[in-house]
Structures are given as C-alpha cells and as structure tokens.
Nanobody
Framework: QVQLEESGGGWVHPGGSLRLSCKPSGRTLSTYTVGWFRQAPGKEREFVVAMRSRFGETKYAESVQGRFTISRDNAKNTVFLQMNNMQPEDTAVYYC????????????????????WGRGAQVTVSS
C-alpha cells in the first residue's frame, strides 16, 4: 500500500504560479511512474502530466504543454508539478497517482493504469 500526500495547492491570480508536491509514505518514489490528474467542478477527472520512473520520459496534456512542468527530486523522494501562467480553467482538484508497473507512452494518460492515488489538492485560479 502506498499513501500519497499532495501539498502546495491554493489560490492564485490568472497569470500566476503554484507548485504542487507529491510525496509517498514508506516507499521510494523513484521506482514509480507518477501522474498528475485534475478534476474541475462538474467535469470528469482528466490527465495533466506523467513522468516515467526510469529515463524520466514525460507526457503532457495539450492544455498544459509549455506552462506546466513535472520534475522529480529523488533525494527528497518528491515529485513536483510547477504550474506557470495559470488560467481560470486550471481551477480543479489536482491528484497525484503512481504505479510501479512499467507503462508504455500511450498508457500514461489512462487513469486505470495507476494503482495509488492521493486525496487531492485544491487549486483555484481567479481574480
């Protein structure tokens, strides 16, 4: 069992930045593929970005490409999601998810490919 804790959510003006963190309890994150998903009010949860455990291969949703960046700090056993130039449509609950299974690129954005999920962090973008 892997327990994930997201942190860093909050409120930001349009054009602003936030950084989310995802840290597991009792496991080494470097061996897991990590994905970020989000769910906006009244909408289904959607893929944001994923990073493979080995080689650091990443996949971004088109809506965040060029604005969001996923990174991993193995020494801190933490994955970060840096969100820049945020817009009101980025308002959502953001979830961190992991799997120890080796995923292929086409699987990174599939929610069912991930085994463990965090409880989510609220991010609100408004003026």
């Amino acid at each position: 069992q892997v327990q994930l804790e997201e942190s860093g959510g909050g409120w930001v003006h349009p054009g602003g930045s936030l950084r989310l963190s995802c840290k597991p309890s009792g496991r080494t994150l470097s061996t897991y593929t990590v994905g970020w998903f989000r769910q906006a009010p009244g909408k289904e949860r959607e893929f944001v970005v994923a990073m493979r455990s080995r080689f650091g291969e990443t996949k971004y949703a088109e809506s965040v490409q060029g604005r969001f960046t996923i990174s991993r700090d193995n020494a801190k056993n933490t994955v970060f999601l840096q969100m820049n130039n945020m817009q009101p449509e980025d308002t959502a609950v953001y979830y961190c998810a992991v799997t120890s299974r080796g995923l292929i690129y086409s699987e990174y954005d599939r929610q069912g490919a991930y085994d463990y999920w965090g409880r989510g962090a609220q991010v609100t973008v408004s003026s």
